[in-house]
């Protein structure tokens, strides 16, 4: 077997470090493996470089190519895919049997020339695709164009909810596998963590991207006990999602609020887990779900909220999650709700406008899609206490300072929300719990899955022969009503604003 990796950079962290995960696990199976990317950074790697400028991302507002040149750009972007792919290894007159093109991220449109070239690919060697996010779940600026996805390869995704959605999509089910990723899973040195540090911490290892609610985070940082303190790891590290990060670093700075931004820029990740009681997640969207997995490999247990896009695929595996709740029920008058609705109503427009355009060659099919999806959603607005991630960043900014000088707003919450009160004593996860997440996602079980993956793309890609995933299904499947949240959208302006690459 020759594998060639396919993703629009290669960076140091993010995709990037699962990428060169990857190559290594092929390097030590003992086959040859080369990376193709729009851009290379970081350290070398013991794999072969393709460095191909059309994978990088559009630049921000490219005008959308005619037809005719969009077909060239595919053609040449094909041309030298297979061109890699035959090279690795040095076998450039080999068989074309033993080849693998492992092609990353296809479902988010950040260039706009990947499908059809990889559908011309598909033609000629096997193709899988593997999926960490979709453009059809809420996340309009990301959607491909009506194109639509190739056929006849093999797919992976990170979630038994995605599966499923490419399966009622309209691929076999023997094309499409469950590949999660893989999570170290360290010693531990006897002890609980957090227990005796010189701070407890409430911690929530992420980047502050608008999805990963931070809002939320501080809201629930308002009913910490004496003596913990919330801490996020880390800022963005896109520019387009610093505005947001910031506004919740200075919003927290002017209410005197408990919670530490940045933590892990001056500390290791290893030591601020040993300093925590207790991990959060407020994240509204997951593909896979490390912040729920790696504090359980620690010891630590997780509270926040539940995400029914991967909590099921864990708890399944046999892990409990005792202190997840499902939403935040908040009181009526502590924002504005009319300025609120106009915001909603201008967000879920754009939304509407950008859908529609993705879908017109669909037809009505399409057009009928993105108007009942975007109507019910707008119907579940007419609740008069809303769910806190259902807010936008401006209502849950008022909600919480409003909360944070009123005694009797906190008490509101709290009546609606008892768990607030408790989630720094959240129930550690028992031995059972680390036993079964080393059993089914630690690096060697996780590793014989993707093996197993790449073994089975020529079988799985042949039972795909003449199939690709329906957009507007998975659109339907995976842009749900009750799953839509304004902190799940990075700003973005309207039609064809909205279509430029984010």
Same mark, same amino acid.
């Given at each position: 077997?020759?594998?060639?990796?396919?993703?629009?950079?290669?960076?140091?962290?993010?995709?990037?470090? /699962?990428?060169?995960?990857?190559?290594?696990l092929?390097?030590?199976?003992?086959?040859?493996?080369?990376?193709?990317?729009?851009?290379?950074?970081?350290?070398?790697?013991?794999?072969?470089?393709?460095?191909?400028?059309?994978?990088?991302?559009?630049?921000?507002?490219?005008?959308?190519?005619?037809?005719?040149?969009?077909?060239?750009?595919?053609?040449?972007?094909?041309?030298?895919l297979?061109?890699?792919?035959?090279?690795?290894?040095?076998?450039?007159?080999?068989?074309?049997?033993?080849?693998?093109?492992?092609?990353?991220?296809?479902?988010?449109?950040?260039?706009?020339?990947?499908?059809?070239?990889?559908?011309?690919?598909?033609?000629?060697l096997?193709?899988?695709?593997?999926?960490?996010?979709?453009?059809?779940?809420?996340?309009?600026?990301?959607?491909?164009?009506?194109?639509?996805?190739?056929?006849?390869?093999?797919?992976?995704?990170?979630?038994?909810?995605?599966?499923?959605?490419?399966?009622?999509?309209?691929?076999?089910?023997?094309?499409?596998?469950?590949?999660?990723?893989?999570?170290r899973?360290?010693?531990?040195?006897?002890?609980?963590?957090?227990?005796?540090?010189?701070?407890?911490?409430?911690?929530?290892p992420?980047?502050?991207?608008?999805?990963?609610?931070?809002?939320?985070?501080?809201?629930?940082?308002?009913?910490?006990?004496?003596?913990?303190?919330?801490?996020?790891t880390?800022?963005?590290?896109?520019?387009?999602?610093?505005?947001?990060?910031?506004?919740?670093?200075?919003?927290?700075?002017?209410?005197?609020?408990?919670?530490?931004?940045?933590?892990?820029?001056?500390?290791?990740?290893?030591?601020?887990?040993?300093?925590?009681?207790?991990?959060?997640?407020?994240?509204?969207?997951?593909?896979?779900?490390?912040?729920?997995?790696?504090?359980?490999?620690?010891?630590?247990?997780?509270?926040?909220?539940?995400?029914?896009?991967v909590?099921?695929?864990?708890?399944?595996?046999?892990?409990?999650?005792?202190?997840?709740?499902?939403?935040?029920?908040?009181?009526?008058?502590?924002?504005?709700?009319?300025?609120?609705?106009a915001?909603?109503?201008?967000?879920?427009?754009? /939304?509407?406008?950008?859908?529609?355009?993705?879908?017109?060659?669909?037809?009505?099919?399409?057009?009928?899609?993105?108007?009942?999806?975007?109507?019910?959603?707008?119907?579940?607005?007419e609740?008069?206490?809303?769910?806190?991630a259902?807010?936008?960043?401006?209502?849950?900014?008022?909600?919480?300072?409003?909360?944070?000088?009123?005694?009797?707003?906190?008490?509101?919450?709290?009546?609606?929300?008892?768990?607030?009160?408790?989630?720094?004593?959240?129930?550690?996860?028992?031995?059972?719990?680390?036993?079964?997440?080393?059993?089914?996602?630690?690096?060697?079980?996780?590793?014989?899955?993707?093996?197993?993956?790449?073994?089975?793309?020529?079988?799985?890609?042949?039972?795909?022969?003449g199939?690709?995933?329906?957009?507007?299904?998975?659109?339907?499947?995976?842009?749900?009503?009750?799953?839509?949240?304004?902190r799940?959208?990075?700003?973005?302006?309207?039609?064809?604003?909205?279509?430029?690459?984010?």
């Open positions: 077997m020759r594998l060639l990796l396919v993703h629009f950079h290669l960076g140091a962290g993010g995709v990037g470090s /699962v990428l060169r995960a990857q190559a290594e092929a390097r030590k199976a003992g086959f040859p493996v080369g990376i193709a990317a729009g851009g290379f950074e970081g350290p070398a790697g013991d794999f072969e470089r393709f460095e191909i400028p059309e994978l990088a991302y559009d630049a921000p507002g490219a005008a959308t190519p005619g037809p005719d040149e969009l077909a060239a750009r595919e053609r040449s972007l094909a041309a030298k297979v061109a890699a792919a035959r090279s690795v290894g040095g076998k450039s007159h080999g068989s074309d049997d033993d080849i693998i093109i492992h092609a990353h991220n296809l479902a988010l449109r950040k260039a706009r020339v990947y499908p059809g070239a990889l559908a011309l690919v598909a033609r000629e096997t193709v899988l695709v593997h999926c960490h996010d979709f453009g059809e779940e809420w996340r309009p600026d990301s959607v491909h164009d009506s194109a639509g996805y190739p056929e006849g390869c093999a797919w992976a995704v990170l979630n038994g909810r995605d599966r499923a959605a490419l399966v009622a999509a309209g691929l076999p089910a023997e094309s499409v596998t469950l590949v999660p990723n893989a999570v899973i360290p010693a531990l040195d006897g002890g609980a963590p957090g227990r005796g540090g010189k701070r407890e911490l409430l911690l929530y992420v980047r502050g991207i608008p999805r990963k609610n931070l809002g939320e985070a501080l809201l629930a940082s308002l009913f910490l006990p004496e003596g913990l303190e919330l801490a996020v880390l800022p963005p590290s896109n520019p387009l999602d610093l505005p947001d990060y910031e506004r919740w670093v200075a919003l927290s700075a002017r209410l005197g609020l408990r919670a530490r931004f940045g933590a892990g820029l001056s500390a290791q990740l290893d030591e601020l887990y040993a300093r925590s009681r207790c991990a959060l997640s407020t994240s509204v969207k997951e593909g896979f779900g490390f912040s729920f997995l790696e504090p359980i490999a620690r010891g630590l247990p997780v509270a926040g909220r539940r995400l029914p896009s909590i099921p695929d864990f708890e399944d595996a046999g892990i409990r999650f005792p202190s997840l709740y499902t939403g935040i029920a908040t009181p009526e008058g502590l924002f504005d709700r009319a300025a609120f609705d915001r909603l109503d201008a967000l879920l427009a754009r /939304v509407a406008a950008s859908y529609r355009e993705a879908f017109a060659a669909h037809g009505r099919r399409g057009l009928a899609a993105v108007d009942e999806t975007v109507g019910r959603t707008r119907a579940r607005y609740n008069p206490v809303l769910d806190f259902a807010l936008d960043a401006e209502a849950q900014s008022e909600l919480i300072a409003r909360a944070a000088a009123d005694p009797g707003a906190r008490a509101a919450i709290l009546e609606g929300a008892p768990f607030l009160a408790g989630l720094a004593d959240a129930e550690a996860p028992g031995g059972q719990e680390r036993a079964v997440l080393e059993a089914a996602y630690a690096p060697d079980k996780a590793g014989a899955v993707l093996l197993a993956a790449w073994r089975g793309a020529a079988d799985a890609a042949r039972a795909a022969s199939r690709s995933p329906d957009p507007v299904s998975l659109f339907r499947s995976l842009s749900r009503p009750d799953n839509f949240s304004p799940g959208f990075r700003p973005f302006g309207g039609a064809g604003n909205a279509r430029s690459p984010a």
